[in-house]
C-alpha cells in the first residue's frame, strides 16, 4: 500500500448562503476533495474552529476573508470570487508569500457588457421619455421630436482602455452594433498571440483571439493616453484595473483632448466607467458633464462608495449612475467556481493556473 | 446631333423640411437628373402644377402620396422611405399596374434592434429600479436582492420570425451577446444561396450571408409555427410584415405553446413585437402577461394606433411599449436615399432594383 498523496481541503468562505449545487458539482468532479464551508457572518472567525480549518486548507475560496501567513502553512491557492483582488492585496498572506491568488476576472464579461450598452441606449434613444410616455398613456406627444434627437451607433468610435475580458465583450456588442472599437493596453500587444485573451472566457463571448479592434494602441506614459484620446472617438470606456497608475487616470486634461478631438457635430463624447471610482477624477468629469464638455456618462462605481447622499455627483446632468450592480446576476457564482474548477484542474496535471495575481503588475 | 434620352425626373413629395444636403448628394450623383420637392403639408396636392409634376415624373419617392394611374404615364418607380409599403398597396397605381414599387426596407435594422435590446436589458437587468435609487440619492437599497434577480442572455434562446433585414440585425447583437438564434421564414431557405440577404444593407450590420442562426424552420400552416415555437425559447420576437397570413399570427394558443415549452425555471419567455400590433391578438397577450404566463413583452406597435388613452394594454404587467418610434433617429433619412440611389443606379444599368414589392406575396 503506497502513500496516498495528501488529501486536497478546499475551504470556502463567503458571506452567503450555502451554494449546495455547485458544492456537489466540485463533489463530483473532484471525489477525494474535502470541502468545509463557512459563512464569516455566522462563524468566530478568530475561534479554534477556524483555526483548524486555516490549518489544513490547501486551497481558498473567498470574497476577502485571507487567514494569517502563519495560520495556514499547506496553502497553495487562494482564489476570489471577486474579478480584482485589490480588496486583499495588502494582506501579509497576498503580500508576503509566493502563495498562488487568482481572480475570478473574466465572469463579469456577459453582465458588465449587458450594463453598458443599456446604459448607452437609454441615454441615446431616450428611454426615459418614452417610459414616461407610457406610464402617462400618452401615444405620441413630440413623437416627431425624437427624429432629430435619436442617434444610433452604426459607424460610432468606441475607444476601450483596457482591453480585458470585460472590455473585449463589449468590443463585440458595439462590433455587433456596427461600431469601431480602438483598443488600448498598457503593454503593447503587436502579435496576434499577444493579443489572446489567456484568461477565464464565458463560452461564446469575448474577443478570445483579439481580432475585433481597428486599431491597438499601448503606452504607460500621459503622451500616448493623450493620443489614444484624440482619435474622433464617440464613445471612451474605461475598464482598467485599479493602480497607483491609473488612479485619476482620466482628468480635466484627458477630458479636454477627448471633447476637443471629437469631430461629430451631433454628439459630444460619452464616457462609461465600469472599472473603480479613483480611475476618473469625479470632479472633473461633473464639471464636463455640467458644461456639455462632454454629452453623458454611465458610472458603475464612484469614489467613495457608497457614495454619501449630499454628494454632487447624483445630480450631475446626463449621468446615469448605478450603485456596483453591473456584473450581478444569478449567474454569477456558478461562473465565479467555474474558474475555481478550471484551476483546481490545473493544480492536479501540473498546469499553469490562469487569471493569476502577477505580484510586480498590481492586478 | 442624336436623341438624347428622355430625362429622368424624381419628385420627392415628403412631409418634412427640404432635405438639402441629401438633394444636394442625389444631383452630384446624377447630374442629369431634375429633382422636384414637394412638401404634401403646404401644397394643394390636386392643383394645376402637382399635375404637371406627374405627367412628367418618372421616379417618385414617397411616404404615402402617390398619383392616380392616368395622372403619371412616365413614372417607372415609387420608392417609398418606409420599410413597409403596406399603407399604399390598395391605391390603384400599386395595385393595378407594374409599375416598380420598392421599399425602404433594411434602413431599420440598426435602430431597432437598439430599441429591441435596450427593452430587453431595461427589463432583466431592472434599469427603473437603479434609476430610481440614483434619483433617491439612494446608493444600495437592498442592492443584494438584484443578484437573484438579475439575469444575463449568454445561452438564452431567441426564436425571430420573419428573418428579414430587421431580424436579421437582432440575430447580430442576439449572438454577440451570447444568445442562441433560431430563424423562421415563410418559405424554406434549405441552401445558402436562399438564405443571403438581398435587399439593402446597412455597412457593417445585419447577416448578408444567413450564417448566425443555430437553425432555420420554415412553413405558412399553424403546425410549422408550432412546431417552431415549441423549441424551449427564452425570446420570440415577431419582425414578420402584416399581412392576411399573419394577422392575429400569435394567439393565446400560441403563446401558451411558447410558454408551456419554455424549461428554464427563472424566467418565462418574453415577446417582442416591432412589426404592426395586428400581427399579436392584443387581448391574448395581455392576458398572459397578468397571468404571468409571460414574463414580459415589448411593443412599439399596437392595434390600433395611435393606442386610446383608456386601453388596457398600457397598464399590462411587465411590459415595455413605445409609440412606433423604434425605426426613429437622424440617420433615417439619409439611409432611406441611399436605398433610392442604389435603385435609381441600378435603373439606369437596367440591373433589377432592389427592396421591391412583390404584388403576388403581398410584401
Given at each position: 500500500?503506497?502513500d496516498?498523496?495528501?488529501?486536497?481541503?478546499l475551504?470556502?468562505?463567503?458571506?452567503?448562503?450555502?451554494l449546495?449545487d455547485i458544492?456537489?458539482?466540485?463533489r463530483?468532479?473532484?471525489?477525494?476533495?474535502r470541502?468545509?464551508?463557512i459563512?464569516p457572518?455566522s462563524?468566530?472567525?478568530?475561534?479554534p474552529e477556524?483555526?483548524?480549518?486555516?490549518a489544513?486548507?490547501t486551497?481558498?475560496?473567498t470574497?476577502?476573508?485571507v487567514p494569517e501567513?502563519?495560520e495556514?502553512p499547506?496553502?497553495?491557492?487562494?482564489?476570489?470570487?471577486?474579478?480584482?483582488?485589490d480588496g486583499?492585496?495588502?494582506?501579509?498572506?497576498?503580500?508576503?508569500t509566493d502563495?498562488?491568488?487568482?481572480?475570478?476576472s473574466?465572469i463579469?464579461?456577459?453582465p458588465?457588457a449587458e450594463?453598458v450598452?443599456?446604459n448607452?441606449?437609454?441615454?441615446?434613444?431616450?428611454?426615459d421619455t418614452?417610459?414616461?410616455?407610457?406610464?402617462?398613456?400618452?401615444?405620441?406627444e413630440?413623437k416627431n421630436?425624437?427624429?432629430?434627437k435619436?442617434?444610433?451607433n452604426?459607424?460610432?468610435?468606441?475607444?476601450?482602455?483596457?482591453?480585458g475580458?470585460i472590455g473585449r465583450q463589449?468590443?463585440?456588442?458595439s462590433v455587433a452594433m456596427?461600431?469601431?472599437?480602438l483598443?488600448y493596453?498598457?503593454s503593447?500587444?503587436?502579435t496576434p498571440?499577444?493579443?489572446?485573451?489567456t484568461?477565464?472566457i464565458?463560452p461564446?463571448t469575448?474577443?478570445?483571439?483579439?481580432t475585433l479592434?481597428i486599431?491597438?494602441h499601448s503606452g504607460?506614459?500621459k503622451?500616448?493616453l493623450?493620443?489614444?484620446?484624440s482619435?474622433?472617438?464617440?464613445h471612451l470606456?474605461?475598464?482598467?484595473p485599479?493602480?497607483?497608475q491609473?488612479?485619476?487616470f482620466i482628468?480635466?486634461?484627458?477630458?479636454?483632448?477627448?471633447?476637443?478631438?471629437?469631430t461629430r457635430?451631433?454628439?459630444?463624447p460619452?464616457?462609461?466607467?465600469?472599472a473603480?471610482g479613483k480611475v476618473?477624477?469625479?470632479?472633473a468629469?461633473?464639471a464636463?458633464?455640467?458644461?456639455?464638455e462632454?454629452?453623458g456618462a454611465?458610472?458603475?462605481?464612484a469614489d467613495p462608495?457608497p457614495?454619501?447622499?449630499?454628494?454632487?455627483?447624483?445630480?450631475?446632468?446626463?449621468?446615469?449612475?448605478s450603485p456596483h450592480?453591473?456584473?450581478?446576476?444569478?449567474?454569477?457564482m456558478?461562473r465565479a467556481?467555474?474558474?475555481l474548477?478550471?484551476n483546481?484542474?490545473?493544480l492536479?496535471?501540473?498546469?499553469?493556473l490562469?487569471n493569476?495575481y502577477?505580484r510586480?503588475?498590481?492586478y
Amino acid at each position: 500500500m503506497g502513500d496516498a498523496p495528501p488529501q486536497e481541503h478546499l475551504v470556502v468562505v463567503l458571506p452567503f448562503r450555502e451554494l449546495t449545487d455547485i458544492f456537489e458539482d466540485i463533489r463530483d468532479k473532484f471525489p477525494s476533495i474535502r470541502l468545509t464551508f463557512i459563512d464569516p457572518r455566522s462563524t468566530d472567525m478568530s475561534g479554534p474552529e477556524v483555526k483548524d480549518l486555516w490549518a489544513s486548507a490547501t486551497i481558498l475560496s473567498t470574497l476577502w476573508d485571507v487567514p494569517e501567513i502563519e495560520e495556514a502553512p499547506r496553502l497553495k491557492l487562494i482564489q476570489s470570487i471577486a474579478a480584482g483582488v485589490d480588496g486583499m492585496i495588502h494582506r501579509p498572506i497576498v503580500a508576503n508569500t509566493d502563495i498562488i491568488v487568482a481572480s475570478a476576472s473574466g465572469i463579469h464579461g456577459p453582465p458588465i457588457a449587458e450594463w453598458v450598452v443599456m446604459n448607452w441606449l437609454v441615454s441615446s434613444r431616450l428611454y426615459d421619455t418614452t417610459a414616461e410616455w407610457q406610464r402617462n398613456h400618452n401615444w405620441n406627444e413630440d413623437k416627431n421630436s425624437l427624429l432629430d434627437k435619436i442617434e444610433d451607433n452604426v459607424g460610432k468610435r468606441v475607444g476601450i482602455l483596457g482591453y480585458g475580458s470585460i472590455g473585449r465583450q463589449i468590443a463585440r456588442v458595439s462590433v455587433a452594433m456596427g461600431m469601431k472599437v480602438l483598443a488600448y493596453t498598457f503593454s503593447p500587444r503587436d502579435t496576434p498571440e499577444s493579443r489572446r485573451d489567456t484568461g477565464y472566457i464565458v463560452p461564446d463571448t469575448g474577443d478570445p483571439d483579439g481580432t475585433l479592434p481597428i486599431s491597438w494602441h499601448s503606452g504607460s506614459d500621459k503622451a500616448s493616453l493623450h493620443a489614444f484620446l484624440s482619435q474622433n472617438l464617440d464613445h471612451l470606456l474605461i475598464s482598467v484595473p485599479l493602480t497607483t497608475q491609473t488612479t485619476k487616470f482620466i482628468g480635466a486634461e484627458e477630458i479636454s483632448i477627448l471633447s476637443k478631438s471629437c469631430t461629430r457635430t451631433t454628439r459630444r463624447p460619452y464616457i462609461t466607467n465600469i472599472a473603480r471610482g479613483k480611475v476618473i477624477d469625479q470632479d472633473a468629469l461633473i464639471a464636463s458633464l455640467k458644461s456639455r464638455e462632454l454629452g453623458g456618462a454611465a458610472l458603475d462605481v464612484a469614489d467613495p462608495e457608497p457614495l454619501p447622499k449630499d454628494h454632487p455627483l447624483w445630480e450631475a446632468p446626463n449621468l446615469k449612475f448605478s450603485p456596483h450592480v453591473s456584473g450581478l446576476g444569478i449567474e454569477y457564482m456558478g461562473r465565479a467556481f467555474d474558474v475555481l474548477k478550471v484551476n483546481m484542474r490545473r493544480l492536479e496535471r501540473g498546469e499553469e493556473l490562469i487569471n493569476v495575481y502577477r505580484r510586480k503588475k498590481g492586478y
